[in-house]
């Protein structure tokens, strides 16, 4: 920590300044790693790395004598930007009401100035995605309207000045609310009585609901064709324009589903509907887990030190999921569902490592998986040249806890490693 | 012989509304206060057991029902019901307080204790009891000779009654009032106590703490005002208390055995005799239950899976295990020497004993789960000097059947409640042809 910004304050080096590396350990993740080896970067992007790598003149030349070199890691959900204090109303732009809002865009109201960016970066996390929504709300039966769309996430750098420099996939998916048949009624006070709503009715209710996507995704489809077709009287709705990414399939739907009713028919409606699809916050896949490997679904996992979903479910069921993940051939990432607990990332996934998932798929689930499963793989996600450089020069594994991050790069910027949380620690280490 | 017998009999229930004095000769007797008498006698007269013996002697005049292949049994009890006093109940739970809250009035909400919230301690079942709710017939024709009714819609929900399950006038049906106070334990309120005071569990448990303390005061006061009213200020008229007083018993629900564990405690702090009643997980209790020395009451209800349950759900292995388990609760406690006896919960007659029966399949002797429907239910509740055996002295209330009661389809021969004597219709429903409440079809 103090050695990184003693180099820092020493030899400052500004964004888009070319740059060698030298003397690192490189672990590439796509690649075996390279002792000793070099990487060189120019104008914010990797120009190469290797055992031996040739330096232009005038470039200055970092010693990282000891350190190691990862891709910088990839936070696949977070309300990162969007949502500072959950508690404080004000500090949150996320669930927008409307029933469909897929034109809200969480890229448009990300706050480069969040406390949050410079505290979750400093472990390595170099970009992330932010939805537009929380998951966990908007999941109870009845009442008011529930959204359904809601909104495009993005796939943002954890270092700019605002978010057109920052967001690097600006509509990384439509996040969706899947409709339920929810029988619990659960109250806060005396949690979930069984079978509160007989099973006919809820079933009612989320056919209707159903109902009503299957029919907004037909009034887009045709809204889709008016345009192809300049039609006469063609109106354009911001709703509906929204929606042709994913009609068109540059963009998935981004749709969290626990367990293995969801997953099924969250599947079944993506291939009726012929979207990609995401799965996030799979928890209980069940015998799901070869549907969505059969029809090469890509999932976001949640933390591995989640409590487990159901009070029998084995104690090791979250710390053990990715790995029956990878065992099944599915492509995953990792991400934590909020932004606190956001900067834990590779501690998470060090979870899943100790409970069956080999180190390095670990590590390209943090990294190259999670970059292509968003769309930025050909950006981000690996050191391959011509990459967005971004990297952490680290004194160890990344996943273990008592790892000091000693530098760490984004778009080939040195950014400060200070935060919040550095600050707080000084103020009160320095009380006498 | 037998058509000149049954002339005889119509003859006198048409005219006198007196039972006649019935012997029973040479039957098996299940006396369940004592063992079995393979071949007695028992002479019923003036609504009373004259007489249980194998050498009894026939008095002269007396109906005689010969008795080869019969079995007599004490007519048997429901320990909760709301016979009389409620119409019946719709599907869903009985027990505790989901149907007491979902029955309760719209009453402003309560801001504490002092203002007695769900409390009705003073009412009486036996006030309420009326005679022709059809289903006393159905009862009766199942075996069902009394019933201990209760109102069931609050903390403190009301006294109960032990009622005779046949007759027209409802003061003459009524063997003991009060008989008990029921009480719920759930918190009510809840929606951020909308409802009003208490809306927790713990807020009920403070207000039944609460009433005690305050029952505890008021009669000293009482007392000291009534030694010497002069210069002292009146206490105030509480009918909860009086209530909760005249009640004698307290009838307190505990499924779980941590609801059983917790009731106890808050049960013996009280100072008054209590029931614990539910009890669906003894089976895992019954330790628990024979330390306290504590009675309870059993809901024949065994929990099953809602028919409206989402197919999908996973259940809890907690769950799981009290659906299994739970009818092994009886015979759990009988080895253990809890005193138990049954209640119906809700159910209809046939319902209430299949649901017996399945305590017999896991190990529960028939002549056992009879007595928790007789003997039992008459301890339980206090009446034992007058229902429950087939004694010297006890209120003729008598099962005569062919084989065993509690088979699929027992062969209820006769039925006599207060004396007098009932035969089942076939379907064991009540026949829409007769006079409501009365029923007597005399043979």
């Known amino acids: ?432 | 012989m037998k058509q000149f017998l049954l002339f005889i009999s119509l003859a006198m229930f048409s005219l006198a509304q007196t039972p006649v004095t019935v012997a029973i000769r040479n039957a098996k007797l299940v006396t369940i206060s004592g063992p079995v008498i393979a071949k007695g006698t028992v002479v019923l007269r003036n609504g009373l057991i004259e007489e249980a013996s194998e050498n009894a002697t026939v008095p002269d005049g007396a109906w005689v029902i010969e008795g080869d292949g019969l079995t007599v049994y004490p007519g048997l009890i429901d320990s909760i019901s709301n016979i009389g006093i409620a119409p019946p109940a719709p599907t869903g739970p009985v027990t505790g307080a989901i149907t007491a809250t979902a029955l309760a009035p719209p009453a402003p909400p309560a801001r504490g204790p002092e203002d007695r919230p769900r409390t009705t301690s003073w009412e009486r079942a036996a006030d309420k009891f009326r005679s022709n709710d059809p289903r006393i017939e159905s009862a009766r024709n199942a075996g069902f000779t009394s019933a201990v009714i209760f109102p069931t819609t609050g903390i403190f929900a009301g006294q109960g009654a032990v009622v005779n399950l046949a007759g027209d006038n409802p003061s003459k049906m009524i063997i003991e009032s009060p008989a008990g106070q029921y009480m719920t334990l759930t918190g009510g309120g809840g929606a951020g106590g909308a409802r009003g005071f208490p809306s927790s569990g713990m807020g009920v448990y403070a207000y039944v703490r609460q009433i005690f303390i305050d029952l505890d005061y008021y009669e000293r006061t009482k007392a000291a005002y009534q030694a010497n009213p002069s210069g002292k200020q009146r206490p105030a008229y509480d009918r909860a208390l009086e209530g909760v007083k005249e009640s004698g018993r307290l009838l307190m629900p505990a499924t779980s055995k941590v609801e059983m564990e917790r009731v106890i405690k808050l049960a013996s702090e009280l100072k008054m005799p209590f029931v614990l009643y539910g009890v669906h997980e003894g089976y895992r209790a019954a330790s628990v239950l024979k330390q306290a020395n504590a009675s309870v009451l059993i809901s024949a209800k065994w929990p099953t899976r809602p028919p409206t349950a989402d197919p999908e759900a996973e259940e809890p292995l907690r769950t799981l295990e009290l659906r299994e388990s739970a009818a092994s609760t009886p015979v759990t406690l009988n080895k253990e020497g809890v005193k138990f006896a049954f209640y119906s919960d809700g159910q209809t007659p046939a319902e209430f004993l299949k649901g017996v029966r399945l305590a017999v399949t896991r190990g529960l002797s028939h002549d056992d789960a009879v007595k928790a429907m007789t003997l039992s239910a008459a301890e339980i509740h206090g009446v034992s000097n007058r229902l429950g055996s087939i004694e010297k002295g006890k209120i003729a209330n008598l099962v005569v059947t062919k084989g065993d009661l509690l088979t699929e389809k027992p062969a209820i021969q006769y039925v006599f409640v207060d004396g007098m004597h009932y035969v089942p219709t076939a379907d064991g429903a009540p026949t829409p042809t007769a006079p409501q409440g009365t029923g007597r079809r005399p043979r």
């Open chain 1, 1 to 432: 920590m103090k050695f990184a910004n003693l180099l820092f304050l020493a030899a400052p080096i500004f964004a888009q300044e070319a740059f060698v590396l030298r003397n690192v350990t490189i672990h590439p993740v796509t690649a075996p790693e390279i002792a000793g080896g070099s990487i060189s970067v120019a104008n914010g992007k990797i120009v190469e790395y290797g055992a031996k790598v040739a330096a232009a003149k005038n470039v200055k030349v970092i010693d990282g004598k000891g350190l190691h070199v990862y891709p910088g890691m990839i936070n696949c959900a977070t309300l990162m930007g969007i949502s500072e204090v959950t508690s404080v109303r004000e500090s949150n732009d996320t669930n927008e009401i409307g029933e469909f809002v897929p034109q809200v865009r969480a890229v448009i109201a990300f706050n480069p100035d969040s406390e949050h960016v410079p505290v979750t970066r400093v472990n390595g996390i170099t970009s992330v995605v932010t939805m537009p929504a929380s998951l966990t709300e908007g999941r109870g039966a009845g009442g008011a309207a529930q959204s359904i769309l809601r909104g495009q996430a993005a796939v943002v750098h954890m270092d700019g000045w605002n978010w057109e420099d920052m967001g690097i996939n600006r509509n990384a998916g439509l996040l969706m609310r899947f409709p339920q048949i929810v029988t619990a009624r659960v109250s806060a006070f005396e949690g979930a009585t069984a079978a509160a709503i007989p099973f006919a009715d809820a079933k009612k209710i989320y056919d209707a609901e159903l109902k009503k996507v299957d029919n907004f995704f037909d009034a887009a489809r045709r809204y889709q064709t008016a345009k192809l077709a300049k039609a006469a009287d063609f109106k354009p709705n911001v709703q509906y324009e929204a929606m042709l990414p994913l009609l068109e399939g540059k963009a998935p739907l981004l749709v969290p589903a626990e367990r293995e009713r969801t997953i099924r028919e969250v599947i079944a409606f993506a291939k009726k509907q012929k979207v990609k699809l995401i799965l996030l916050d799979v928890q209980k896949p069940g015998k799901s887990i070869d549907l969505i490997k059969e029809n090469n679904i890509p999932v976001v996992v949640g933390k591995p030190t989640n409590l487990p979903l159901d009070e029998d479910d084995p104690y090791d069921a979250a710390y053990s999921l990715p790995g029956q993940l990878y065992k099944a051939g599915i492509k995953f990432a990792f991400g934590t569902y909020d932004n606190q607990f956001a900067r834990n990332l590779p501690f998470e996934a060090a979870f899943a490592v100790a409970y069956g998932l080999p180190y390095e798929a670990a590590m390209k689930a943090l990294t190259i998986d999670a970059a292509e499963i968003f769309g930025v793989g050909n950006v981000t996600g690996s050191l391959d040249k011509g990459k967005s450089a971004d990297f952490v020069v680290t004194d160890g594994d990344p996943l273990e806890v008592k790892t000091q991050v000693k530098m760490l790069f984004i778009n080939g910027k040195n950014v400060a490693l200070d935060n919040r949380q550095t600050r707080l620690y000084e103020k009160y280490n320095s009380r006498k």
